[in-house]
């Protein structure tokens, strides 16, 4: 993932999103703001992010420019569901915050803790997060315990080992809710094995809890629904596959 600055100009925005012109302006930011992200989402992704921001901020009582912007952006930089993410607490607790007054509360205060949140995670220059992806890519598949709290340990070394900033975020019960949230997503694409608890964990930790369906990670979306026939083991196997092949071309 790449860094982009949130300025905190940009929520002292009150437009309403429905503008006719927001659309046209949010979508020429995207492009401008994240230009590494666009390239791999194509026209119909950028399209679709635009969209789901725009849905689910509604979902959260957000209808000005600058919240949904910040939204968008956040969906870009930490992923799909980020507001629902067991690693970031925070994000969702400030959407649903009653005790704010109004949007543009909720919005500037979800700036300042993404803002913290991202310097202390990826770097202020990108270096945590661009040593965790080239040192995911060398970790292997296959766990080397069986299920239980071993398997946890290991899962949670495992973790600390490729993004250990990233890692001291997250209080013990949020890693567990990470872990059973990557077996429930292997699950759900027919895996019960280790094997497929660890590769979804390690995505979500890596891409956001939400990276099945982000258009972002496309290949994950193929591989897993597209793909619905095929033996579980064989559509965990291409998925790593695909993860190691799109890690490459991200970081080189």
Known sequence: MIRVRIRAEQIAVFESADSTHFMLRIFQHVREAFPKHSSLLGEP?????????????????????????LFIDLTLLLGRSFHADPQMPWAGDIL???????????????????????????????????????????EPAHAQTGSGSGFVREVSVRLERIWPEKYRQMDEESRLALIQGGAAKARAYGSDSETGTLVCT????????????DPLFSWAHRVLVDAAGQDPAVRIEALHSSALAYLEQWCG
């Open 202 to 213: 390690a995505l979500m930790y890596m891409l956001g809890s939400g990276f099945d369906e």
């Open 96 to 138: 649903s915050d009653t005790s704010l007054p109004d949007e543009l509360t909720r919005a500037q205060r979800l700036h300042a803790a993404a803002t913290r949140y991202l310097d202390i995670v990826s770097g202020p220059e990108n270096e945590f997060i661009d040593a965790a992806q080239r040192r995911c890519m060398y």
């Open 45 to 69: 992704g950028i399209r679709e992010v635009v969209r789901y921001g725009i849905e689910q901020s509604r979902a959260f009582g957000l209808s000005r420019q600058s919240p949904v912007s």
